[in-house]
């Protein structure tokens, strides 16, 4: 192990979840903790407060664990966030953007550079660590994942994705009471996040490996959706009992590659004149009014999928913490260019628990982790016991935030 | 006080809550520990059940403090609902309808009647003393008060408002940080339940009370909506920081009596042919994207508002199940045609607290408590400190569901 004495800096990027903060938490804490790194700044908005340099030194806001559990705790990017990718070779504007980031980098002697986010966020790790490594900089650059979406490859899961997963498995419980309470005929359709992979909208038939209520239908953009079938299937259950629930996933699409949540746009517009984009959900809340003529609502669970910090999984706080705390000992160790992963590390009949790793980054940026094939019934209208095994422990445990006068206390900068 | 011995009868009425099984419980428990009362019968889906003898006993169910606990914690209607209004003299079902009741109530040897729901639940408990006392059947009937809509007349608050207003405003708290991670000038619009009333959309402004953030702009339907305006102040804002979020009711109504999320009906129709009923926040977001284009987007907080029982406010799970209670003891006492109500009983530089009455069902059943003119400020785009305060107090503490395997445990029957 080769030891390099600097500085850190820590950068959040891409949509929020509810456990960004507590990676950051995580990376904070092995920073202040580590050796050879001295002062923790965190770059604003991500790596376009990099290039902007509002970068604040993160130190002085953590000198007790309290703050840590409170960030932890936390919905959303505490830093702030940003969708930028970097230039490729072939843009005008590289040469002069990585020079800007080698300038700051210089300005506050940055050896350590940790950035957590999706996908987008791992290809700036890679072009940076590319580049540095080129021009002669020495500086070890660690990518760190999240995303609710489950999507990336090479880790066995993301941090974020318990999260989500738990919001919206509590949350499938609760309307799955709530709409059996009348003997009227009702569809409820459940819209769950997730354009190109189904893990969130699979995470809502969890109840059935409990022997719990689930829903009657579920279905997820792996699978070309058939509207035919659909309405079979509602029929076939509507003949059984009052009450039908679907999931669905936002990204659904027909088999001829058209997003169910389009077939509502076709010329279609408003009073004020706009096309109307429904979302999935709502098209299909349509199409089963027009077809069976029955009560049909629509529920789009929305943003606290991602936000919901006040029913957030345990495992998955716990883990991105860990997770952010391991990016630092490997950067420590030598690691760069290189992307922290969770690693499953129990046999099947043995409680869960998991391990952190890092891998080559390009084997994992830019590519998407699909729901596998097996892990699909049959008719594509529900998940097997196998994909929920694998979703159920990371939901475990409860991490609540903490309360004041009935709100909940977060972490500010 | 004259003694009356007897079985008694328990139902549930009109849309769920996240807390109409603690009244639930409550009313059980106090059967259940009377002298005067021997068995505690429960009516499948509430005046439905109780006509077709859908009727079972409770008291085996409830051999333990446990039971309570869970039911307490349980979100829906545990006995099922219905939305059945009881036939008025004038209806020819009306003579068969109610002497179907006596007989059922002769049957099982019905002397307490207990009623939990909104206010055609109310309406129901007045038919139904009406009846009775002109028969000369000897039963007490008795309404205890349920909406997360606040909207009834003689109670301070509505058992299960506290809870819907917790979940959205913890919720609103989450939106506001998601909302904030980005530079990106982006409007984001949050429909939140309430056709007539604006309690609920009030309950979304708590954080600026306590200094924390708060929707930089509130829409009640007791003010007529202005689209003039409301692009003025969503202007005036944007000049001054990137992201305004705005909560809505989704029974905004313009000055003409038109409703906002009518706008969209004009004549469009989708691919399918049907006309697009898109909701308050859906017709908002498409205005503001015509207008402004810029980023928005519409969030509807949907079922989770009546049903989110994994965050219940403390004080509103207690109240609810005290006011149950207390229904029994009401009862004992010779009460009859009356409904239970919550009356604030500190001062206003005390802290918060309350007792439980009742009061001629008459005086309240289908009428509307509005929020009133000097709870919302003179523009119309936000709540008095005056009405956060009356809010403040019934959102506090924080009632969890015991989990088990990362999911609620919810009681059934």
Chains 1, 2 share one sequence.
């Not at 390099?4 to 960004?20: C, D, E, H, K």
Request: net charge negative; proline share 4%.
């Amino acid at each position: 192990m080769s030891i390099l004495r600097g500085n850190a800096i820590v950068g959040q990027s891409g949509g929020p979840t509810a456990a960004i903060n507590a990676t950051l938490a995580g990376v904070i804490h092995g920073a202040m903790n580590s050796e050879y790194i001295d002062k923790v700044y965190g770059m604003q908005n991500g790596i376009d407060g990099l290039l902007a340099d509002t970068v604040i030194c993160l130190n002085d806001y953590f000198t007790d664990e309290t703050s840590y559990e409170r960030l932890k705790r936390t919905p959303a990017a505490a830093l702030g966030s940003c969708r930028r990718k970097l230039p490729a070779e072939t843009d005008a504007k590289y040469k002069q953007t990585f020079e800007k980031i080698i300038e700051i980098f210089k300005k506050y002697d940055i050896r350590y550079f940790f950035y957590i986010g999706g996908n987008d966020s791992m290809d700036t790790v890679a072009k940076l660590s590319k580049y540095t490594s080129e021009c002669g900089y020495e500086v070890r650059v660690i990518g760190v994942p999240k995303t609710i979406d489950n999507d990336l490859l090479g880790t066995d899961h993301t941090p974020g994705f318990g999260s989500a997963a738990k919001y919206i498995s509590v949350t499938m419980q609760e309307i799955l009471r709530d709409t059996a309470v009348y003997t009227v005929k009702a569809v409820t359709i459940v819209e769950i996040m997730g354009r190109d992979a189904g893990w969130l909208t699979a995470s809502s038939e969890i109840g059935r490996l409990l022997g719990l209520p689930s829903p009657d239908l579920v279905y997820l953009p792996e699978r070309a959706f058939d509207m035919d079938e659909f309405f079979t299937d509602i029929k076939k259950i509507l003949a059984e009992k009052p009450n039908v629930v679907v999931a669905v996933s936002e990204g659904l699409q027909f088999a001829d590659g058209r997003f169910v949540g389009e077939g509502t746009q076709g010329g279609a517009v408003d009073a004020f004149g706009h096309k109307y984009l429904a979302g999935t959900g709502k098209a299909l809340e349509l199409a089963v009014k027009d077809k069976l003529g029955i009560k049909v609502r629509s529920v789009e669970l929305n943003l606290p999928q991602r936000c919901a910090s006040h029913i957030a999984s345990l495992c998955d706080i716990e883990e991105s913490f860990g997770v952010g705390k391991a990016a630092v000992s490997a950067a420590e160790q030598g690691a760069s260019r290189e992307m922290m992963v969770i690693l499953r590390d129990n046999d099947a009949d043995e409680p869960y628990s998991s391990v952190f790793g890092h891998m080559d980054i390009d084997l994992i940026a830019n590519r998407t982790k699909f729901v596998p094939k097996h892990f699909i019934n049959e008719r594509g209208n529900h998940v097997t016991d196998e994909c929920l095994r694998y979703i159920l422990p990371l939901i475990e445990g409860e991490c609540y935030p903490e309360y004041k006068n009935g709100l909940p206390v977060f972490f500010s900068f």
